[in-house]
Nanobody, 122 residues
Framework: QLQASGGGLVQAGGSLRLSCAAS????????MGWFRQAPGKEREFVAT????????YYADSVKGRLTISRDNPENTVYLQMNSLKPEDTAVYFC?????????????????WGQGTLVTVSS
C-alpha cells in the first residue's frame, strides 16, 4: 500500500515536498513513479526512479524544477517541487512497479497511492 502526503496550496515560485510511504518489506524491489492529474485531463507521467535511486527520468515539463528521490530504509519516495507554476496544479499520485528499472507509462505500474492535491496560485 502507498500513502501520499505533502500537498497543499502554494504561490507560484514556491516549493513543496511530497512524500509517499510504502508498507511492506520489499520496497527496494520496486521502481517508483509520480504521476499527476489536472481537472479534466488525463493522468500524466511526472518522474520515475529505479530501485536504488541510481536512475531517474523526468517529464520535459518538470525537468530542472522537480526532483524525485527515495529512502529505502524508510520505505519512502519523495518529490521535491521547486519553482512551482500554476500549471503544476493537479492531484499527484505515487505508483510502484515490481521491477528494478524506471517506467514512464501509467499502465506499467502495479500499485497506486490515493493522491495528494497540489494547488499553485498565480
Amino acid at each position: 500500500q502507498l500513502q501520499a502526503s505533502g500537498g497543499g496550496l502554494v504561490q507560484a515560485g514556491g516549493s513543496l515536498r511530497l512524500s509517499c510511504a510504502a508498507s511492506g518489506r520489499s520496497f527496494s524491489s520496486y521502481g517508483m513513479g509520480w504521476f499527476r492529474q489536472a481537472p479534466g485531463k488525463e493522468r500524466e507521467f511526472v518522474a520515475t526512479i529505479s530501485w536504488n535511486g541510481g536512475r531517474t527520468y523526468y517529464a520535459d515539463s518538470v525537468k530542472g524544477r522537480l526532483t524525485i528521490s527515495r529512502d529505502n530504509p524508510e520505505n519512502t519516495v519523495y518529490l521535491q517541487m521547486n519553482s512551482l507554476k500554476p500549471e503544476d496544479t493537479a492531484v499527484y499520485f505515487c505508483a510502484a512497479k515490481l521491477s528494478t528499472g524506471i517506467w514512464t507509462l501509467k499502465d506499467q505500474y502495479d500499485y497506486w497511492g490515493q493522491g495528494t492535491l497540489v494547488t499553485v496560485s498565480s
